[in-house]
Structures are given as structure tokens and as C-alpha cells.
């Protein structure tokens, strides 16, 4: 199914007005925290996870966060009501059915317009390295020769992520995806992105990942990487909580 929108694009530098918190997921390596809230409502660091990240978005200048929500969502919905000021909570539904990550963003599509937007997991955690982590990725964003830019973290410094890294970039700042099990790839994906909505083009019905679009801009050669500066954990289970609070705590 596609869908032809006039699309402005935006200056090279310019942070997105605009961002989507991915928060609809079922939290279930998080279990037993997972029990009786949704993942982003679990709490590291003295915070839940989501706030972490909204507050992020706001010392970036984003004016409007679309937020997903599924598990739950009754939950999630009343913490955000009111919670944030200058900046705008927007609600993309999924209680009927979870969508994943490509499908959320079809399912949110109508609620963020048409100009390139960051995309944020909120099941990760970072810390900016010399400059503000999301004004460094937008300063890399080139709408001329990008549909995707993802922020990547060398697999070495991915705290408490086990997989074997998703992305090989290449000098010019290309990325190639991980082939084959047993392989191994040198960076992996934060949950941090900026996509253009021309990507969000022939989708699948029902749920479906991310990698749909990734997979297409990757062939086109549209698809980039920007490499984090500064610490990034990935917390998906509960022992990773105490883990990324001694190192934060260490400075």
C-alpha cells in the first residue's frame, strides 16, 4: 500500500520538530518488573525509562513526541498526561493489535506529518559524549542522499547487549546489515534514528519490523549510520538495571 504526501525537505543540521517514542512492546525479558507496568514506566537511574527519554527530546528542542502504546496502555497514558512541558504527547493507538516497530510507524503515520522525524526506543539509555547525542545525528542528517540515519554504538561498547552486532558501516558512512548467523558485525543499533516518511512506502499488512524499510534504503543506498559518542545501555532485562546504574554511578 502506498501513499504519495508533497514533502519539504529538511536543512542540513536541523533537529526534527518531531519525534516517535516506540513504548508499545510486551516488556516480556523484563519480567517479573514487567508484572504489573509496561517497560517504560520500569525505573532506572532514580526515573522511568520513557522519562528519561522525553526529557532527552526536550533538551533537543523537539516540540511534539507521538508516543505508541499497547501493554498496558491505560498505564501509560495517564503518567505522560500533563507530565512534560513544551513538548506536545501525542497517542498512536495500538490496544487492538501490536504492530512492531514498521507497523507502528505506519499506525502513527497520520500523527507526525511530512518531514523527517527521529525515532526513539524507550528501552535504551545514553549519554552524550562532547555534543548532545540527537543534535549530532541531525547535523549528519542529508536529505539529498538519506531515507535513514541510524545511531550506532561499536558492538565493544554496547553495555548489556548480547547479540552480535546488526550493521558494518562503511568510510563514507553507509551501512550494510549483519549476513548470516555466527557473524559478526562491528556496531550496533541504539533505537535512535532519523527517518524520512517517503520510506514509510508498500508495507506489509498486519505487524511487521523495521527492517522492511532499513532493507529497501539499504539496496538504494540511502541508508547511513552516525557513530555515539558517549556511553549507551541497552536495558532489556532486569539485571541490566543494576549493571548501567554502578556505571553511571562511576561516572
Same mark, same amino acid.
Given at each position: ?10 536543512? !542540513?543540521? @536541523? ?16 519480567? /517479573?518488573?514487567?508484572?504489573? !507496568? /509496561?517497560?517504560?514506566?520500569? $525505573? ?17 528542542? +523537539? ?8 501493554? &498496558? ?9 500533563? !507530565? ?8 498512536? =493507538?495500538?490496544?487492538? @493489535? ?12 497520520? &500523527?507526525?506529518?511530512? $518531514? ?33 540515519? &541510524? ?20 568510510? =563514507? ?7 548470516? !548467523? ?9 533505537? +535512535? ?8 512506502? =508498500?508495507? /506489509? ?13 539499504? @539496496? ?17 532485562? /532486569? ?5 548501567? $546504574? ?6
Amino acid at each position: 500500500m502506498t501513499r504519495q504526501r508533497t514533502i519539504r525537505p529538511v536543512p !542540513r543540521g @536541523e533537529v526534527p520538530t518531531t519525534a516517535m517514542v516506540m513504548a508499545a512492546g510486551l516488556g516480556k525479558r523484563m519480567r /517479573p518488573l514487567t508484572a504489573t !507496568r /509496561p517497560k517504560p514506566l520500569v $525505573e532506572i537511574a532514580g526515573k522511568p525509562l520513557i522519562d528519561h527519554v522525553i526529557e532527552r527530546l526536550q533538551a533537543a528542542g +523537539i516540540k511534539r513526541a507521538v508516543v505508541n502504546v499497547h501493554y &498496558l496502555a491505560d498505564t501509560m497514558e495517564a503518567h505522560l498526561a500533563h !507530565r512534560f512541558a513544551g513538548i506536545d504527547i501525542a497517542i498512536s =493507538d495500538e490496544r487492538a @493489535e501490536l504492530m512492531e516497530t514498521g507497523g507502528g510507524l505506519v499506525k502513527a503515520r497520520g &500523527l507526525f506529518g511530512d $518531514e523527517p522525524i527521529l525515532v526513539v526506543n524507550s528501552d535504551n539509555l545514553w549519554v552524550d559524549g562532547p555534543v548532545d547525542t540527537l543534535k549530532l545525528l541531525a547535523s549528519r542528517w542529508d536529505d539529498a542522499i538519506m531515507d535513514a540515519l &541510524l545511531l550506532v554504538v561499536p558492538l565493544a561498547r554496547a553495555h548489556n547487549h548480547g547479540g552480535q552486532g546488526d550493521f558494518v558501516v562503511a568510510a =563514507d558512512g553507509r551501512i550494510t546489515a549483519r549476513r548470516g !548467523r555466527g557473524r559478526v558485525a562491528p556496531f550496533v543499533y541504539t533505537g +535512535i534514528q532519523i527517518i524520512h516518511p517517503r520510506i514509510i512506502a =508498500d508495507w /506489509p499488512e498486519g505487524p511487521f519490523s523495521t527492517n522492511v524499510f532499513w532493507n529497501r534504503a539499504i @539496496e538504494a543506498g540511502r541508508a547511513y549510520a552516525q557513530v555515539h559518542q558517549g556511553l549507551w545501555f541497552d536495558i532489556g532485562t /532486569p539485571g541490566a538495571i543494576p549493571k548501567s $546504574e554502578a556505571i553511571l554511578a562511576d561516572g
